[in-house]
Nanobody, 124 residues
Framework: QVQLVESGGGLVQPGGSLRLSCAASGFTEDYYGIGWFRQAPGKEREGVSCISSIDGRTDYADSVKGRFTISMDDAKNTVYLEMNSLKAEDTAVYYC?????????????????WGQGTQVTVSS
């Protein structure tokens, strides 16, 4: 059974930084993809970034390009989302999810397993 556990959320001032972690376990596939999604109050969940364990290929939503960086530590089966220059509009619950086919696409329906989410609040 695949399990994903997010951590690292919290309260940060505008312009600040946070690093989210997604600890993954239970994979039987040789390769998989991990995506980060977020859902703000009153809004639909949206894709933020994803990474493939096949070749490390990454993708980002336009709204976070240049500010967020996704990375994967294979030895620890952990994916990180480094978030810099945070804005109030980045406030949301952030979820990591596993794509067992490692499509490298930020399409919610392609992700098979989800973590419980971690709250990120950007406010002064």
């Amino acid at each position: 059974q695949v399990q994903l556990v997010e951590s690292g959320g919290g309260l940060v001032q505008p312009g600040g930084s946070l690093r989210l972690s997604c600890a993954a376990s239970g994979f039987t596939e040789d390769y998989y993809g991990i995506g980060w999604f977020r859902q703000a109050p009153g809004k639909e969940r949206e894709g933020v970034s994803c990474i493939s364990s096949i070749d490390g290929r990454t993708d980002y939503a336009d709204s976070v390009k240049g500010r967020f960086t996704i990375s994967m530590d294979d030895a620890k089966n952990t994916v990180y989302l480094e978030m810099n220059s945070l804005k109030a509009e980045d406030t949301a619950v952030y979820y990591c999810a596993a794509d067992l086919h490692s499509t490298g696409l930020l399409i919610e329906g392609l992700y098979n397993y989800w973590g419980q989410g971690t709250q990120v609040t950007v406010s002064s």
